[in-house]
């Protein structure tokens, strides 16, 4: 369980506890309308529902490694995030027992259909752009980064996320 909530902790965090992404928002000419309709709807309380990490030339071998959760055992703990009209979000992991645990908080930003996080987490600095599409419950994220550490930046997480309510969020 603790290796498990450590990886969620991780996935919830960006995928980029150990490393810096080295992904860029799409290079598109910049829209305030889409870049001011993304932040008002990212406001608000999420939590990811799934999750897969495709991570071809798996720690520097010939192999793809795939890691892939639902979140669907209710026995498991849920990554869960807020963001505030502010600019700032805070992130953790809800443990079964409605314990919080691994805790952050940080700034975010948004240009056209990208999400920028920037928070301090593990001992690091953690900068990372997600490509965001909204759905019908809440929204689908993608990052590209180096998640098994063999100095590529190959590995591509995708997650999908659905609207709550929580005490935290401002916008209810």
């Not at 990886?7 to 889409?34: H, R």
């Not at 079964?96 to 259909?113: C, F, I, L, Q």
């Not at 301090?120 to 599409?133: E, L, N, S």
Request: one cysteine or more.
């Amino acid at each position: 369980m603790k290796l498990r909530s450590s990886l969620l902790a991780l996935i919830l965090f960006s995928g980029c506890l150990f490393t810096q992404c080295k992904t860029t928002p799409k290079k598109e000419e910049s829209s305030t309308a889409n870049t001011e309709k993304l932040a008002k709807f990212i406001e608000g309380s999420w939590e990811t529902t799934y999750i897969k990490i495709n991570m071809p030339s798996y720690r520097g071998s010939d192999s793809t490694h795939v890691f892939e959760d639902n979140f669907s055992n209710p026995a498991s703990g849920k990554a869960q995030s807020s963001y505030a009209a502010d600019g700032t979000f805070k992130a953790w992991f809800l443990q079964p027992n409605g314990e919080k645990v691994g805790e952050t908080s940080g700034k975010y930003s948004t240009k056209n259909d990208s999400l920028f996080v920037d928070y301090h987490y593990g001992g690091q600095q953690v900068q990372a752009w997600y490509h965001i599409r909204p759905t019908e419950t809440g929204f689908e994220g993608t990052v590209q980064y180096d998640w098994d550490k063999d100095q590529q930046f190959d590995d591509t997480l995708f997650m999908k996320t659905k609207r709550i309510n929580t005490h935290l969020d401002s916008t209810k």
